[in-house]
């Protein structure tokens, strides 16, 4: 019995220490997974396409859903009809005889994504979702590969469980993690036009909370400058096509928006992944759940602030504005985390040449495999994997920016001159 009992312990020890080194996260794993992970992306698009009616799945549901409301908008905008966006009745009786669905997804964008909308919406509905979808993947990948131009990185990106949850809801999970990523790995050299794709997440300004922070922390004032004044060009040119009128419904709306889809969560909290809704959700009142999450954005901008002051390498600060930029917003969905897959490669690549921590790469195989299981654990059992993880992730980048290895001198971002 004493042997039994030695030779299981021995056995434990031995699988917690290849989970801690990462030692069973093998290359042809990875492959493996990722190629899976490919292959059920395009059965279940293939399935979706093959099996509608129209623009309409075999659930009802239009075929990427949530692009629905962006393209039935663009209709109302490219018409002259912009401010009746944000009109919810009005929406929905275009959304239904555009498409034939009694389905409603709102509008709630500022008008600064009107822009787009109304630019696809001069094509029919499934062509303009196919170059959406496409042009915005596209922009995804090409900044995944300037973060890791390796063929293995680019399929376990591809692979990656959030791409679907993005491809099959139409969203803007693509566009956002471009900017985002795209706007940091330009800092570097090109300053200002890292400040113009920063400028450019004002379509999606959530997401931008955190940038003015790190910016001035870095002391990069013309990517500051440059992404201030692209968010007063886009906010002028809406002006000069259509108007005050559609500002002025889009803040009329915001309360209506605030109240249903986000603070009652008629959404489902179970869908989102912030400290907010999950206060919600687990039956916290609404001071509560903003009291809660103050402190952990206090707490977020505090560590990204003290991380973009020092010398930390490029792709620490990075993965911390990305991770950071999720937990600081209420209002993140699954299909956002397109933008912590592009943490995830940040965090990998650092890692390959530097050295992981105990944990690391396990701790970054399961993020990369989170989005799959994410929505369906917190609707089932009520459990926040989602958040979690976020916080997890944050947790290692802290922790990697405390120390820096021996022998290797950090890539630092050029001070602006």
């Given at each position: 019995m004493a042997e039994a009992a030695v030779e299981a312990g021995e056995k434990d020890h031995i699988t917690t220490r290849r989970f801690a080194t990462g030692t069973w996260l093998s290359g042809s794993l990875i492959t493996f997974t990722a190629c899976i992970m490919i292959v059920g992306t395009v059965a279940a698009l293939g399935f979706v396409f093959v099996s509608a009616n129209g623009a309409i799945d075999v659930y009802g549901r239009p075929l990427g859903t949530d692009f629905s409301s962006f393209w039935s908008a663009g209709v109302m905008a490219f018409a002259g009809h912009a401010p009746q966006t944000y009109d919810w009745s009005a929406h929905s009786e275009v959304l239904r005889q555009s498409l034939g669905t009694e389905l409603y997804y709102p509008w709630s964008y500022p008008p600064i994504f009107l822009l787009v909308a109304a630019a696809l919406a001069a094509l029919p509905y499934l062509p303009a979702l196919i170059v959406w979808q496409a042009t915005t993947m596209l922009a995804a990948v090409w900044t995944l590969w300037a973060i890791m131009p390796r063929s293995r990185a680019l399929m376990v990106g591809i692979g990656f469980p959030g791409v679907l949850i993005c491809l099959m809801n139409g969203q803007t999970g693509f566009l956002t993690a471009a900017l985002l990523t795209g706007g940091l790995l330009m800092l570097p050299r090109r300053e200002l036009l890292a400040g113009v794709l920063f400028g450019l997440l004002a379509y999606k300004p959530q997401f931008g909370l955190l940038l003015p922070f790190v910016l001035a922390a870095g002391g990069y004032w013309r990517a500051f400058a440059a992404a201030a004044v692209t968010v007063l060009a886009c906010v002028a040119l809406t002006l000069s096509v259509w108007g005050w009128p559609v500002w002025q419904a889009f803040l009329d709306s915001i309360p209506l928006t605030l109240t249903n889809v986000f603070e009652n969560g008629d959404t489902g909290f179970g869908k989102f992944n912030s400290v907010f809704t999950w206060t919600r959700l687990w039956g916290g009142s609404l001071t509560l759940a903003y009291g809660l999450h103050v402190v952990v954005a206090v707490g977020v901008v505090t560590a990204c602030v003290r991380i973009w002051r020092g010398d930390a390498d490029l792709r620490l600060k990075g993965a911390a504005l990305l991770v950071g930029a999720l937990l600081l917003t209420p209002y993140v969905l699954?299909?956002?985390?397109?933008?912590?897959?592009?943490?995830?490669?940040?965090?990998?690549?650092?890692?390959?040449?530097?050295?992981?921590?105990?944990?690391?790469?396990?701790?970054?195989a399961l993020a990369w495999l989170m989005p799959l299981v994410a929505r369906t654990i917190a609707m089932t059992f009520y459990l926040p994997v989602g958040l979690f993880t976020l916080v997890a992730l944050f947790v290692l980048i802290v922790a990697h920016t405390r120390d820096t290895p021996d022998g290797v001198t950090p890539r630092r971002l050029a001070t602006a001159a």
């Open positions: 699954d299909y956002d985390f397109i933008v912590l897959g592009m943490a995830v490669a940040l965090i990998a690549a650092y890692g390959l040449e530097c050295g992981f921590r105990p944990w690391d790469k396990t701790l970054l």
